[in-house]
């Protein structure tokens, strides 16, 4: 198999577009987010598309999007306090064209989902991620044309500009301009004040996401070379078996607590920390629906809360797994408040823009509301659409695992040591045929 790059470009906007500053929010500009994530489409053949180019298509279709989403093809400087500005210089985002002599099969063989094959070849990522934030173009865009007629697109964007909800409204003005649109049917609004501190700061919850915790053992430390990725499958079957484990009070849980409790107690105990040691878990919640009054539409950046949970070892292991979802499910409603939101950004000013706790924590983020795929350029929804890879977030060691879409659940991508793998399977198997069966209860 052969996979062909050119040369990277700069595409700047169509048009010319204001040159000014615009400050970041308090949200935006958290430590935890000053990096690059990558989101990947695979597209399959469309017989109404034949002869076109999607290269050409979508190239210019990201310049006039960025007339409109012009702060995207600035560049991220610092101010004082740590705080981020974007200066609106029209230079560009990072954008390639690249071609694979293989056909959309080749990766989806064991099913489309991460870990994909050939990943470096398909995504244009930004060198050096850990700690490379100025200067560089805040979107790194390429489209992979496919022996089949299919193609892939992938994005690695600066996450301070935006999340998951507000990247899908710019990939879906990117959608919309190709299918012929001459402006989005949503125009973006920054506004960024509006999740920004107040001139009084008030931190109103303990936020124990960035206590500085102590501990020593810590399967996120591993280094990258030493790690296996794989990703386990949670479908009806799978997650009504483990909802069959947990007490009534929890029959009516969603379906993440109870595939992210399982996985946080199976990840501990396959890395095996003291006994002793605070573990930690935190997911990542879009609160848009909190914020009263509403975020005017067309606001794209960060509305994310990261609520934890602080257990021991000890505890999340020798306890069923109703002991995790409970922890989980107490977390995430603490953080479904604006006022946990305006809490954060407070806390952000006041105490010099933290990092999350590294040690022992374990990070889940529900991709499944983002629904990227639908992004469609011409040739329909996307066969897949949603992040690259788990990721070990890089600005604080910390593993994450970016819950995707598959048939009827998840499918959750895990990093760990071989050793530790074969523990987490080992465990994971125990937890759902231990499950009792309908006929047993």
Known sequence: MVFTRKTPELLCPAETTPHEFKFLSDIDDQTILRLYVTTINFYKKSPSMEGKDPVKIIREAIAKALDFYYPLAGRLREHTGRKLVVECTGQGVMFTEADADVTLQHFEEDGLYPPFPNLDAITLDVPNNQGMLFDIPLLNLQVTRLKCGGFIFSNCFNHTMNDGIGLFQFMSAVGELARGATAPSIRPVWDRHLLSATQSPCVSFAHREYDVASGTNGGPHVPLDQMVERSFLFGSAEISALRRSLPPHLQRCSKFDIVAGCTWRCQTIALSPEPDEEIRFIGI??????????????????????????????????????????????????????????????????????????????????????????????????????????????????????????????????????????????????????APTPSSL
């Open 285 to 434: 919640m879009d609160n848009r629906k909190q914020i009263k009054p509403p975020l005017p539409v067309g606001y794209y950046g960060n509305v994310l809360a990261l609520p934890v949970a602080v257990t021991t070892a000890a505890e999340l292991s020798k306890n069923p797994l109703h002991y995790a979802v409970e922890l989980v499910t107490k977390a995430k409603r603490e953080a479904t408040t604006y006022e946990y939101l305006r809490s954060v950004a407070s806390l952000m000013v006041m105490r010099d823009r933290p990092n999350l706790t590294e040690t022992n924590t374990y990070m889940v983020s529900n991709m499944m509301h983002v629904n990227l795929k639908q992004m469609d350029v011409g040739w329909g929804t996307a066969a897949y659409g949603g992040m690259s890879k788990g990721i070990l977030w890089p600005t604080v060691n910390i593993q994450v695992a970016w819950y995707c879409g598959y048939k009827d659940g998840f499918a959750v991508p895990v990093s760990l040591p071989l050793k530790s793998m074969k523990v987490f399977e080992k465990h994971l198997r125990v937890m759902m045929t231990t």
